[in-house]
């Protein structure tokens, strides 16, 4: 199974984005969203494991969905924020439980990352 994650670019704040993660040879229970700020750790975004799971610095603004006939996760950012701006990855695993959803070492597998950059 490979994950492929595109859909980044430059936005002002304000604007939107949606990523797109693309899970080809299988399929994995849940589908989460890390991202990397310059010069900062990874951290839990969004993920969908039968319902979606947020991040309190994006909930109401960002919007996880899941297309299994097109085996696409995608995110939909709105209102995008300067402190937005990182590289967002996707990761999925099988065996992620409720307790584990927002820990990156729950995922064992990871896809490139996308560039994400808000402007003010």
């Known amino acids: 199974v490979q994950l492929q994650a595109f859909g980044g670019g430059l936005v002002q704040a304000g604007g939107s984005l949606r990523l797109s993660c693309v899970v080809s040879g299988g399929r994995k229970i849940a589908i989460a969203w890390f991202r990397q700020p310059p010069g900062g750790e990874r951290e839990f975004v969004a993920a969908?494991?039968?319902?979606?799971y947020y991040s309190d610095s994006v909930k109401g603004r960002f919007t996880i969905s899941r297309d299994n006939a097109k085996n696409t996760v995608y995110l939909q950012m709105n209102s995008l924020k300067p402190e937005d701006t990182a590289v967002y990855y996707c990761?999925?695993?099988?065996?992620?439980?409720?307790?584990?959803?927002?820990?990156?070492?729950?995922?064992?597998?990871w896809g490139q990352g996308t560039k994400v950059t808000v402007s003010s």
């Open positions: 990761a999925a695993a099988d065996g992620v439980i409720v307790s584990t959803i927002a820990k990156a070492s729950a995922y064992d597998l």
């Open positions: 969908h494991r039968w319902r979606e």
